[in-house]
């Protein structure tokens, strides 16, 4: 168990049963009233980022999560597939776990997979990807990069929006954090 004044960014805790990651905290010491601390709390299944406010002292229980370098093989009957780069034992991860990641995960791609114990409680992607486009309308002549957008498919089934110059084939880096188009490989 740790308290609050235990608390640094990157600390792992367990709330409501799930597993939380502290992105940062701020302890505050009103004139009145007894003291407190903010944090902004990002679940490891989820991904989803949230505020939250502790009673200075509160205890909360902290988890020890492990980071390794895995590659990803392949997906089937709702487990994906990885293996240890350096001891080449191979894990199941539910896709639960793996969620909306998937639409950015590749054959062969390495990743972070995180665990509590021996049990993966995540799995972490390079903040940029280089996929290939699959599917996607032609591009109409005279085009440029400040014209608009329309939708493209990835190799991976992912459909983000691209500009008109795109097409099938080309090779793009997008981030994903934000599932967005930043630019075409060569």
Do not use: C
């Not at 007894?34 to 502790?54: E, M, P, Q, Y």
């Not at 509590?116 to 280089?130: A, I, K, Q, R």
């Not at 699959?134 to 109409?140: A, D, I, N, S």
């Amino acid at each position: 168990m740790a308290t609050t004044s235990d608390f640094r960014n990157g600390m792992t805790i367990v709330l409501d049963g799930e597993i939380w990651t502290i992105v940062e905290f701020l302890h505050v010491n009103p004139g009145k009233g007894s003291a407190f601390v903010r944090t902004k709390l990002k679940n490891l299944k989820t991904g989803r980022v949230i505020d939250r406010t502790f009673r200075s002292g509160e205890r909360v229980e902290d988890v020890r999560v492990e980071r390794k370098e895995m590659q990803y093989l392949y997906q089937s009957e709702g487990h994906y597939a990885f293996m240890d780069v350096e001891t080449y034992e191979q894990v199941m991860v539910d896709e639960e776990l793996v969620g909306d990641k998937k639409l950015f995960l590749k054959e062969g791609q390495t990743v972070g997979v995180l665990f509590s114990g021996d049990t993966p409680v995540g799995v972490e992607l390079p903040f940029f990807v280089e996929l290939a486009v699959v599917k996607t309308e032609p591009g109409v002549r005279g085009d440029t990069a400040s014209g608009g957008s329309k939708p493209a498919t990835l190799e991976t089934g992912a459909v983000i929006q691209v500009p008109l110059f795109i097409e099938e084939g080309d090779v793009l880096k997008v981030d994903t954090r934000t599932g967005e188009y930043i630019e075409r490989v060569r």
